[in-house]
Structures are given as C-alpha cells and as structure tokens.
C-alpha cells in the first residue's frame, strides 16, 4: 500500500463524507451553536487538508517529513505572489497606501510562516537526536501548534509587527475616513441626515445629561438643607394660632419677633428614644431633619409624616407605629 | 524505532476517529439547550442608563463581614466571568466566605455613548454606585474589588475619593503597559487613537475580540477548534467549552470618548504611572491610596503579565499591601476549579482582617 493509492481515498472519500454531513445537520443547527460547529467542522477540514497535503507529497518519497516539509515552504515562498486578497479600487492615493499596508502585513506573516517551519525542523532534528519520536499525525500536528505559538510570540513583539500592525490600522482608518467625509457630503447635498450631525446631536446629548445629573444633586443637597430649617419656621408660627391674647403682639413687635430658628436653638432636646420605634440612629437623623423635641414631632401633620417618611426612607413607619400620638402623649408627660 | 513512524492506515484511522466525533459533536451542540451564566440568586438594586447594580443574595448561615463588597468589571467583555457556573463563580466563593457582594453591570453601550467618557464612569456611574451601596448599608466606606480594567478604574477611583474605600482589591489588573513583555501596549504603540475614534465612533466589540484572539492565534485558533472535536461527544465537556466560548464572543462594543482616553493616555503613553492620567478635572495621583491593597495576578497572563500587574506596589502609599499569584491565563482565576478554591477564601480572608 503506497501513499499514493491512500491519497485517493482519503481525499475523495474523506472530503466528500465531510460535506454531505456538513450539508445535512447545517439546517438543524441553532444559531448559537452554528459558528462554533463551523470552526470546528473548518478546522477539521484544515485537519484533512493537512492530511492530505502530506499525503499527496510523498509519492515516492523515501522521507515523508521532508517531503511534507519542503511542500509547505513551497507554499509560503508562493503566497506573496498570488496577488492581494482585497481587490480595493484604487479611488485615491489612501486607498493605495492601505492595500500596500496590507501586502506588507501578509507578507511580514508569509515570512513568519517560514520562521516557524524552520523552527519546527529544527525541534523535530532535536527530538530524533533525543531518542524520540512522533507516532501520529495528531503529535506532529500539536507539535507544530507549540513550535509556531513560540516564534510567533517572538514575531509579534518584534519591532516589524509593530510597524505593520499599526500601518494597516492607520491607513485602513485614514482610508474609511475619506470615505466617510464623502459620503458624507454626498447626503448633506441631499438633505439628508450624517453621522457628523448625529455626533453633533449625541455629544450636545451627552453634556445635557452631565447637567442634569449636576442638578440633581444640587436639589438633594438644597432639601437637606431647607428641611433643617422648616420646623423651625413651623414651631414660631404655632404658639401664635393657639394663645390668641399675648403671643401675637408680641410677634407684631419688629424688635422683639424673632421669626428665627434663635427659640428652637434654645429649646432642650428631648429623649426621642423613648416613642417606641426609634432608637439612637434614627434619633440622630430625626435631628438632622429638625426633628428633636416631642413637641415638634407631635406636630407633624400628616402630609409632613409622609414627606419625613419619604426623605428618610421609613418605610412607612412614622404613621404605622403612631409616631405622632407617642410623642404627643409623651410631650404632656415632660 | 525510526522517528516518524506512521503508516496511511494510522492516518485514515486517526480520521476516521475525527470524524466519527465530529458527527456526535454535531448532534450534541444542536441538542444543547441554554447556556446560562451568571447563575447566582440577586436583585438588581439600581440603575442609571444602562447601568445595572446586582446585589447577590447573602448566605445566612456564614458570618458576615459588615463592610460590603463592590465588584467593579472592565468595559471590555460582560461581567458575568466572575459568576461563571455552578462551582466556578467567585461571587459564590465571596459569599460563602461571609461578604455581601454587590457587582456593577455596565450594559451594552450603543450610539448613545458614543461620546461617554472616563469622567462620566468614574466620577458619574461608579461614583453614584458606591453612593448607593454606602446609603444602603449607612456607611461612608466599602471594600471594592476590581477585574482586569476594572481594577485600573478601581485605582482611580480610590486615589480620587480615598475616604470611601476601606479595603481595595485588584485582581489581573494591568496598570504598567510599557514592561518588556505587554503585547498590548506594543500593538498599540502607534495607532493613531484619535482618528481611530473620529472614524469609528464606538469600537465594535468584535474587533476588541478578535484582537485578543492574535495574541495567540494557533492556540485560539488551530489548537482549540481541532481539541473542540475531541470533547464533542462528552456533552459535559462540550457545554463547559460552549459557556466559555459564549462569553469570549460576547464583547460588547466600547463607548468612543471612554477608549480614547483609555487607550492614548493609559496604555500608549501609560499616564497613569506618571500621575497625568486627568479624569474630569482632577489627575489620578496613585499616591493617594493608602488603604490596605491586595493584588492578585496570574502568572502565564499574556493579556496582563505579571509584570504590569505588579508595578502598583511601588506606586501606592498604603503600607498594607499584599500580592497573591496563580498560575494560569488571564482568566484561570475566574473560571478554573482550583482558582475557585483558592482566590475567594484568600480576599474573604484578608477583608475580614480589616
């Protein structure tokens, strides 16, 4: 059994077999799995090209790895002359120097290629020298992954790499963007919206939302502030509605009314912690809201409990645990 | 024995073996059902744009840490590789470990962002983020654990407002881009950012990934696709690869104003160890960080090396710091088994003490 004989069928049966099968369960494939199967069905035709390729090259070899060898670096020092891959219109001189930028970057991989084959002959002559061996198409398969991922590493770090990388994105960007910049005339000519005006639009966006949000926080910390200083204003206005004889004359005199938070300053705190449902931390932040004798929370009407409620996320417990009523009872007591 | 020894049968055998795979792998990922990740029990908590906070279920049964926990994901790829699957999440591993984990959802930006930027994120999203979960817990400070991107953000941010963090922790989080060994920082030396920007407006997060894949082409290309058929009929297996293959692909597109300053000021010209990264109006000084830091980096990181990860200690001010390395990729910490026996237990470890 020769080589060549084997060649035969393992291209003709080998290849067929795959795409009747490829054919059959492509429709039956859900979309998530459809671009793993294709990979893994395309590597494994790279996998029987691979094969075959060795195959093919050994008729009447007498050293199958050389024969193989020598077939693959034909291929290499064949690529750069096979023309360029994108057929680009050469409209303008960017669009030349990105198809140059192109040839440049396969041929610096064409030359990689090459690299890694020699190193791969040289680990293999390494190995016979070691004593060992490779049993299977597979080993030398793996074997050449690791030898290539090695020079490849060295090639990507090079100073080439980056020079043909970077060339390649530069032009193909400089490139598009001449494009663009027709194009875009182009609709403007017609009335048409442009992806120039769209930025306009989403940049101008963009700020509005910073405002926005700068805003808001200034609201927040303005009706901090404000409901430090509403009870207050509450608590001078009360006595004057409910003793109707000496309170309001001396509110009329400029000199001595004092519509100012200088009465609540004086007042003494009471112990909050004694109206069941408050304890030292929501004492502190009741404080904080200007919230801090019986008296004052006991006059807290009912839209005021549901804004307190609110502000300081109770959950709804100034109304349900009878905050007010405590404290009124309690403020009689004191 | 001759050192290549293999006969046409042997070859047609190893075939034959392949194909016979491949048809079983066939019939198994069409039969596959959902891929899920990001498997543990939350609610979501808040939202901003399309900004979603996660706030995992705690595990009652494990004393808690009071301090709670921030997870700050990159921009680049979905946050769910830090709750992979059953047995592989580190959010699980944190939880069981006592810490009360929040993590931060980015979302897939669109058109509209186009002109978000760095200021935006830091001082804008993550900033309103770690106000809500102070306010929740009615504490001025948290611990933040940042990954990969998310860790350089988690820098900057706790060198900008250093009150609020108590603990920090980096996990493959790149901060160095010119070590000898960056690939990255190599590529990315002379690309001219600002037109790449000016043109594309928001990157494809395709061409991020595909990026990612010539690093290592023949690892991530040839080797891996042709060891899939391997595996293609241990169904087990196969799901495994296909919930780490979904998540590699899922990339999301990246907001153009916010990887123009990534890109040109952090990696090309590596700012950030200068002090000149400015994030709105003020520079990131990595000075300011004086509380405690622990950074854990993966020894065969070619994305981040180790190297790059590393440079932070000299950079900081905080006499608390510690390294942790593993020996995997980029990923291994997250995804491999033994990463999660070791990486949640040693950050639940070292938060606790503090």
Known sequence: MNFDDWSDVITKNWKQTQEQYWSMMNPQMPNQADDVMKRATDMSKSFAQFAEDFTKTNNNSTNPLESWLAGMEQGFINWPTMGPQNNLLSMTELAEKYRESMKAYEAAFSAHGLDALQALRERMAKMEKDGGSIKSLRELYELWVDVSEEVYAKFAMSKQFQDVYSNLVNTFVAFKSEMDSVVGSQLNSFNMPTQQALDDLLKALQQEKRDNEALRKRIKALEAEKSVTKPTAKKVSKPAKAKKASKPTAAIKPAKAKKTPKPAAVTKPDDLTKVKGIGPRLQERLALAGIKTFKQLAAVSPEEAVDLDTRLELQGRVLRDGWISQAAQLQGKS | ?354
């Open chain 2, 1 to 354: 024995m001759a050192f290549f020894e293999i006969t046409p049968e042997a070859i047609a055998a190893e075939l034959l073996e392949m194909q016979n795979k491949l048809s079983d792998g066939a019939i198994n990922l069409a039969s596959m059902d959902g891929l899920t990740s990001g498997v543990t029990a939350h609610d979501i908590v808040f939202e901003r744009d399309k900004l979603r906070l996660l706030h995992y279920k705690i595990n009652e049964s494990v004393t808690q840490n009071t301090t709670p926990l921030l997870i700050v994901y990159s921009l680049i790829n979905r946050p769910y590789l830090a709750d992979f699957s059953k047995g592989r999440s580190l959010v699980q591993g944190l939880l069981d470990a006592g810490q009360d984990v929040y993590l931060i959802d980015w979302g897939y930006p669109d058109a509209n962002d186009r002109f978000t930027s760095l200021d935006d994120y830091l001082n804008g999203a993550l900033d309103a983020c770690v106000d809500e979960v102070c306010k929740r817990h009615n504490t001025s400070q948290l611990n933040m654990l940042g990954i990969c991107q998310g860790g350089t953000f988690s820098l900057c941010y706790s060198a900008l407002y250093p009150a609020k963090i108590r603990n920090l922790v980096t996990t493959v989080t790149p901060v160095d881009f010119h070590t000898p060994d960056n690939m990255l920082g190599h590529w990315a030396k002379n690309i001219n950012t600002d037109k790449l920007v000016d043109t594309l407006g928001n990157i494809p997060g395709h061409v991020i990934s595909r990026m990612f894949t010539t690093l290592r082409p023949y690892r991530q290309i040839a080797q891996k696709y042709r060891c899939l058929v391997d595996i293609m009929d241990d169904t087990a297996a196969l799901k495994k690869f296909m919930q780490l293959e979904k998540w590699l692909f899922d990339s999301p597109d990246q907001a153009g104003e916010a990887f123009r300053q990534f890109l040109k000021d952090i990696v090309q010209q590596n700012k950030l160890i200068t002090g000149q990264v400015v994030i709105g109006t003020q520079a990131v000084d990595l000075k300011q960080i004086n509380m405690p830091v622990f950074n854990v980096y993966a020894e065969q990181d070619n994305l981040v090396p180790p190297a790059s990860a590393k440079a932070i200690g000299e950079l900081i001010s905080s006499e608390d710091y510690l390294e942790l390395s593993f020996n995997s990729g980029h990923i291994g910490p997250f995804v491999s088994g033994k990463g999660q026996k070791i990486i949640p237990a040693a950050i639940a470890q070292w938060l606790n003490k503090r």
